[in-house]
């Protein structure tokens, strides 16, 4: 089944990973650690509550102007 990642910067550094599809996340030192921690994450969410394969996800991204 194919799966969508979303990394983002740690603030204690190495990445914070999301999946969208499921709402599971992990965090990793490196990107691969964390893609790696959130699979298996997603793994063990699927194992308790399955889901049929869909469509692929479309990811996109969006600019919101910044207030100081």
């Known amino acids: 089944m194919h799966m969508t990642a979303v990394l983002t910067p740690a603030e204690e550094g190495g990445f914070n990973a999301y999946n969208p599809?499921?709402?599971t996340g992990s965090q990793g030192g490196t990107m691969e650690e964390?893609?790696?921690n959130l699979r298996e994450a997603v793994e063990?969410?699927?194992d308790e509550f399955p889901m049929q394969?869909?469509?692929s996800p479309i990811v996109t991204s969006f600019d919101v102007p910044v207030h100081a």
């Open 21 to 23: 599809e499921t709402g």
């Open 34 to 36: 964390a893609i790696a």
């Open 44 to 46: 063990l969410y699927l």
């Open 53 to 55: 394969a869909g469509g």
